[in-house]
């Protein structure tokens, strides 16, 4: 069977935003940033548009059209906003449920019903992704992953070079398929790999082999379902290999009151069209 286009993408909204609602005098927000803020709800936070809105544009600009929002029982503000109060033309927009925060592969698992057997991009609802990214991922029926330059990411990301360090680093094999992501390099590792450096920031092609592999996996060390360990349960014990695509341009990272403002002057006169 040949490769064929997913056009369906997963995106995780579930996290409690516990950095988000953490107050920060250092950080000038306006009433409605600063509401939205202690809520922890980073996908609606306002930016001229909700953070969100910039996200679902470029996924519908690249070939998506099936999104699945992944969120708490509680999460009912960004329910109402994708179903009741803005117009959703390009896109259609379900939901599913994580009960608990159990981590970031139990946030996976909840959408099986979404995927429906079909291959799918996931990404955080945090992350403003770049096209270069989401374009090759909707290529293909397998598994593949989105790595960024570090180079990139330093130049025009809002993320700072010391936060940087301490993202995960994509292993490359020779065949040009991930090997394994590595959490939270020490510097003994970091200056031992080749270069560039790749980040993983969570940008993934799944298909359903990804489901087996949140069933299969045990809590991290944090107590937590996570994705790095099924992507690697999915590469070592499934046999899914993950050819990865190389990125040369920044994602933009809304995790903290003080990365509002920069990641709003650069998605600043960005059309939205959903």
């Given amino acids: 069977m040949g490769a064929r286009c997913t056009d369906k993408a997963v995106i995780l909204a579930r996290g409690l935003g516990t950095r988000m609602r953490r107050a920060d005098a250092s950080s000038a927000l306006d009433p409605q940033q600063a509401a939205i803020a202690e809520t922890g709800v980073k996908a609606l936070i306002p930016m001229e548009r909700p953070f969100l809105d910039y996200v679902l544009t470029t996924l519908a600009d690249t070939g998506y059209r099936h999104v699945c929002l992944v969120v708490g029982p509680r999460h009912d503000a960004i329910r109402k906003y994708y179903l009741q109060e803005v117009e959703v033309r390009r896109l259609r927009v379900d939901f599913a449920v994580q009960q608990e925060p159990k981590g970031t ?35 293909g029926n397998g598994c593949s992953v989105a790595l960024f330059e570090m180079k990139s990411m330093l130049d025009g990301s809002n993320i ?19 090997e394994r992501v590595i959490e ?34 045990k809590p991290s060390p944090r107590g937590e379902l996570e994705i790095p360990d099924a992507v690697q349960y999915t590469i070592d014990v499934l046999g899914q290999p993950f050819p ?17 403002a920069p990641v709003a002057a650069r998605l600043a006169g960005m059309e939205v069209s959903l």
């Fill in 105 to 139: 592969a139990d946030a996976v698992a909840a959408a099986e019903k979404f995927a429906g057997g079909d291959s799918f991009i996931m990404l955080n609802s945090d992350d403003y992704y770049p096209p270069e990214a989401l374009r090759p991922l909707n290529d």
């Fill in 160 to 178: 700072s070079a010391d936060r940087l360090k301490q993202f995960a680093v994509g292993k490359i094999d020779d065949r040009g398929f991930l």
């Fill in 184 to 217: 939270k390099p020490n510097e003994k590792t970091l200056a031992a790999m080749p270069r560039p450096l790749w980040l993983s920031m969570n940008c993934w092609r799944f298909n359903a082999s990804i489901f087996d592999a949140c069933r299969a996996i």
């Fill in 244 to 260: 990865v695509v190389t990125v040369r341009a920044p994602v933009l990272d809304l995790s903290s009151r003080q990365d509002i």
